[in-house]
């Protein structure tokens, strides 16, 4: 019997978030190279659907709209929309006639699409990696050898179950083309008029409203700007997404320093822009810190309740900082005290960026 990774019309599914959506991509990446004839569709959410528009490595993105199973129970009124996106998405999904549906996600809303997708092979993870039921729509179950298993390697391992040959290195390669870098630098081009010429730092001080609790204080990101700039003469590029414009405006208005705040991104393969043309990338454990990590950009994470070992970053050089206490990882998104995010102090970031960009510089020798 073939592996099933010969399959030819595949269904990945991998709803969201941003970085688990990126995490996702080294196993399709790999999974395109060693069956490269067949055609792989990917069913993803909006807020991650741009970054796998126009990737190598798919055939066709369709994208489930967010909350559509459970938008019409706030309001019976949107019912009959909802019903008809639903069925317009099903009918998509039927008429495609997939050998084989992969989720990826393991919750109850992708299991159901992944049966609904009338695959007759459909693979997902056998608990306690699959939530809310979703094992019950599985035909094949995959367990995961370690619980703490990095992200990246979870999806790759999954790909290998299936049969994949796994070979070379961990590879992203978002479809960031020319428009998305002449955006990137228009940017940037601010720094043409700083007297400053040390590195080009990218921090991300913000997170979506539901991960607000993996966010380091604002004092913090404000010591350490000004250090980076004083002392080594760095360009601090502020970006941000959708609702986090106010943070880095208050974090620009408390410096002592100039630093440029970016502007509003079109899109998600923007940002990587932004993140490909930087020496270093500082922010939390989110979706943004995941994106400069696929853009091959060196990596100082600032990590609180969630685990490191799960969410590292996996593909570039990078440095984790994080307070380890007895409750820590949690994920707890009521934590009052966030201590373990508010003991952190600006020198123990700004020891780990000094230490990071002069290991980059050995590590590319001489220029």
């Given at each position: 019997m073939?592996?099933?990774?010969?399959?030819?019309?595949?269904?990945?599914?991998?709803?969201?978030a941003?970085?688990d959506?990126?995490r996702?991509?080294p196993?399709?990446?790999?999974w395109r190279?060693?069956?490269p004839?067949?055609q792989f569709?990917w069913?993803v959410e909006?807020?991650?659907?741009s970054?796998?528009?126009?990737?190598?490595a798919?055939?066709?993105?369709?994208?489930?709209?967010?909350?559509?199973?459970?938008?019409?129970?706030?309001?019976?009124r949107?019912?009959?929309t909802?019903?008809?996106k639903?069925?317009?998405?099903?009918?998509?999904?039927?008429?495609?006639k997939?050998e084989?549906?992969?989720?990826?996600h393991?919750?109850?809303?992708?299991?159901?699409?992944a049966?609904l997708?009338g695959?007759?092979?459909?693979?997902?993870f056998a608990?306690?990696a699959?939530?809310?039921?979703?094992?019950?729509?599985?035909?094949?179950?995959?367990?995961?050898?370690?619980?703490e298993l990095n992200?990246v390697d979870?999806?790759?391992?999954?790909?290998?179950?299936?049969?994949?040959?796994?070979?070379?290195?961990?590879?992203?390669?978002?479809p960031?083309?020319?428009?998305?870098?002449?955006?990137?630098?228009?940017?940037l081009?601010?720094?043409?008029?700083?007297?400053n010429?040390?590195?080009l730092i990218?921090?991300?001080?913000?997170?979506?409203k539901?991960t607000?609790?993996?966010?380091?204080?604002?004092?913090?990101?404000?010591g350490?700007?000004n250090?980076l700039?004083?002392?080594?003469?760095?360009?601090?590029?502020?970006?941000?997404g959708?609702g986090?414009r106010e943070?880095?405006?208050?974090i620009?208005?408390?410096?002592?320093?100039?630093?440029?705040?970016?502007?509003?991104?079109?899109s998600?393969?923007d940002?990587?822009a932004?993140?490909?043309?930087?020496d270093l990338?500082?922010?939390g454990?989110?979706?943004?810190?995941?994106l400069?990590v696929?853009?091959?950009?060196p990596?100082v994470?600032?990590?609180?309740?969630?685990?490191?070992?799960i969410?590292?970053p996996?593909?570039?050089?990078?440095r984790?900082?994080?307070?380890?206490?007895?409750?820590s990882?949690?994920?707890?998104?009521s934590?009052?005290?966030?201590?373990c995010?508010?003991?952190i102090?600006?020198?123990?970031?700004?020891?780990?960026?000094q230490?990071l960009?002069?290991?980059?510089?050995l590590?590319?020798?001489p220029e």
């Open positions: 073939k592996p099933l990774a010969d399959c030819k019309n595949i269904l990945v599914i991998r709803l969201s941003i970085g959506v990126l996702t991509l196993a399709i990446n790999a190279r060693y069956n004839e067949a569709t069913l909006p807020a991650a659907a970054l796998l528009e126009g990737h190598a798919l055939d066709r993105v369709l994208v489930f709209e967010r909350g559509l199973f459970r938008g019409w129970l706030r309001s019976p949107r019912l009959g909802a019903l008809r639903l069925f317009t998405l099903l009918l998509e999904l039927r008429s495609a997939f084989l549906a992969v989720d990826f393991g919750i109850f809303k992708s299991g159901l699409l049966r997708s695959a007759p092979v459909r693979v997902g608990r306690p699959a939530k809310e039921g979703s094992h019950f729509f599985y035909t094949l179950h995959f367990r995961p050898s370690d619980p992200r979870r999806a790759l391992a999954l790909a290998a179950f299936l049969g994949v040959e796994l070979a070379g290195p961990v590879i992203y390669q978002l960031v083309g020319p428009a998305h870098q002449q955006r990137a630098r228009e940017s081009a601010a720094f043409a008029e700083f007297p010429s040390g590195p990218a921090l991300h001080p913000g997170s979506s539901k607000a609790y993996k966010r380091w204080h604002q004092n913090g990101y404000v350490l700007i250090a700039v004083e002392n080594l003469g760095a360009r601090v590029v502020l970006t941000w959708p986090e943070t880095v405006e208050l620009a208005g408390n410096l002592r320093v100039p630093v440029v705040v970016a502007r509003k991104t079109v998600l393969l940002l990587a932004i993140f490909a043309a930087c990338y500082i922010g454990d989110t979706g943004p810190m995941h400069a696929a853009m091959g950009t990596v994470a600032i990590f609180g309740p969630t685990h490191p070992q969410n590292a996996c593909g570039a050089s990078y984790i900082v994080r307070h380890p206490l007895h409750c990882p949690c994920r707890k998104r934590c009052r005290t966030r201590l995010l508010e003991a102090g600006w020198r123990r970031v700004y020891a780990e960026v230490e960009l002069a290991m980059v510089k590590n590319n020798g």
